[in-house]
């Protein structure tokens, strides 16, 4: 039985409102997603869901949906876009890192172990524009503030590559946002992959995970597929472009142990949001069994061998896609 417990996007309940008769509002979204078979937790981003509103009233929120809060997610504000913890303006990074700890002390209200640190902002588009080793050191400097702030949080990077708010990320890769985590050296420093941005980085997830997955510091997944035309960020139903990438995926989270909460990170624009969660939330079960059957027919002694054939030949053997 898959052990696992499961979040998704709560923006794509803003989505189809055809199809929901409650409020269109943050509490509202939360209401929808109580709707979600197989749903326990919920992501919020802050400040964008979380500003203006009363902690108990969020509490009554995710109580009246059973469900509980999974991770905290920044979301840094458009006066930012020339730099979150890597602003030319010290002030400005100051408050990039207040809001960061105001979302930790959000995450510790409401029960959640972990803030996720996404920055649309911290990276560059030019050569010249930036000095790379500065830009480097003052994100260390950002996350070990925050880190000793919140000692009993777990903070964690989701690095990107790229995207049209930020050609070059400061943090480009899995294995650039792994010598980030050694360089901070803080216990509760980890890191959260999301499946598109290792594609775009022209990674393999299951790769990925298994690097961080082995050094203890795989805090989060964030699950989604896409065909990754030009950098571009599908936001596609998981497994649903790449299976038997989602299939080791799934496997090598089993192997290392991960020990964190499954987050759907997919953009169902014109799909029912609740059924859309749901079927990831089958799928991904269904591949931690077949990842189970995978180890019990001897997938290691095929990957002891290098031998590409026999790995097809087994898939096709267990019916897997």
């Known amino acids: 039985e898959c052990p696992m417990q499961f979040g998704s996007r709560l923006n794509s309940m803003k989505d189809r409102l055809d199809l929901w008769n409650g409020s269109n509002d943050v509490l509202g979204w939360v209401a929808r997603q109580g709707q ?25 929120a995710l109580s009246a949906a059973r469900l509980k809060t999974g991770a905290i997610c920044l979301r840094f504000p458009k006066e930012m876009q020339l730099g979150a913890y890597t602003h030319p303006k010290p002030e400005v990074r100051g408050k990039a890192i207040q809001l960061t700890l105001e979302a930790c ?29 500065e830009l480097w050191q003052q994100v260390v400097a950002a996350f070990r503030q925050i880190c000793d702030a919140f000692p ?11 995207d049209e708010n930020t050609r070059f990320f400061a943090v480009p890769s899995t294995g650039a946002a792994m010598l980030l985590v050694q360089d901070i050296d803080r216990k509760n420093m980890g890191l959260t992959l999301d499946v598109g941005h290792c594609l775009a980085a022209g990674e393999n997830p299951a790769q990925s995970v298994a690097m961080v997955g082995a050094r203890g510091k795989l805090f989060g997944m964030q699950l989604n597929d896409g065909y990754q035309r030009l950098g571009a960020e599908d936001g596609l139903m998981f497994g649903s472009v790449h299976p038997r990438m989602a299939l080791e995926l799934v496997l090598w989270l089993r192997r290392t142990k991960f020990a964190g909460h499954i987050y759907f990170d997919t953009f169902p624009r014109n799909e029912d949001p609740v059924r859309e969660a749901e079927y990831n939330i089958r799928r991904f079960k269904a591949l931690w069994a077949k990842a189970g059957e995978l180890e019990e027919a001897g997938v290691s002694k095929i990957m002891k061998k290098h031998d590409a054939l026999g790995a097809l030949e087994l898939l096709e053997q267990l019916g897997a896609e």
């Open 105 to 133: 002390k959000w995450a510790e209200e409401l029960g959640a172990e972990e803030v996720v640190v996404w920055s649309a902002f911290d990276g560059y588009d030019y050569s010249l524009q930036v000095d790379y080793e």
């Open 152 to 162: 009993n949080i777990k903070v964690s990077l989701e690095y990107k590559p790229t």
């Open 36 to 60: 979600v078979k197989g749903l326990e937790l919920v992501d919020f981003n802050y400040p964008q869901h979380l500003h203006g509103l009363e902690l108990q009233a969020v509490r009554d």
